[in-house]
Nanobody, 122 residues
Framework: QVQLVESGGGSVQAGGSLRLSCVASGRIFSINGMGWYRQAPGKQRELVATITSAGYTEYADSVKGRFTISRDNAKNTVYLQMNSLKPEDTAVYYC????????????????WGQGTQVTVSS
């Protein structure tokens, strides 16, 4: 019923920038919080940044000052602008959204994208 599709990943040298996008589609009634998570090889998935429907943001300490999360509610899209990338930012990045569908209304549940690879070389 609902899909999250990420784009914008790729390979970049240290110090470079990438912009990730994630579009939610399907039988959407309402989207609450949206966010980005990442998982590096051999590590647990970790929170990168979140944004509420009102635009309040939170960031992991490791990305503060370098990454910026934003969203376009009209387009059901969340973005992650990543600047000053470091090799330790290498991971699969996943989009997350808490969505109420046409069927469930304001009874939100978590949806995940399929992930997009970000590789930063030194």
């Amino acid at each position: 019923q609902v899909q999250l599709v990420e784009s914008g990943g790729g390979s970049v040298q240290a110090g470079g920038s990438l912009r990730l996008s994630c579009v939610a589609s399907g039988r959407i009634f309402s989207i609450n919080g949206m966010g980005w998570y990442r998982q590096a090889p051999g590590k647990q998935r970790e929170l990168v940044a979140t944004i509420t429907s009102a635009g309040y943001t939170e960031y992991a300490d490791s990305v503060k000052g370098r990454f910026t999360i934003s969203r376009d509610n009209a387009k059901n899209t969340v973005y992650l602008q990543m600047n000053s990338l470091k090799p330790e930012d290498t991971a699969v990045y996943y989009c997350n959204a808490r969505i109420g569908t046409i069927t469930t209304g304001l009874n939100y549940r978590d949806y995940w994208g399929q992930g997009t690879q970000v590789t930063v070389s030194s």
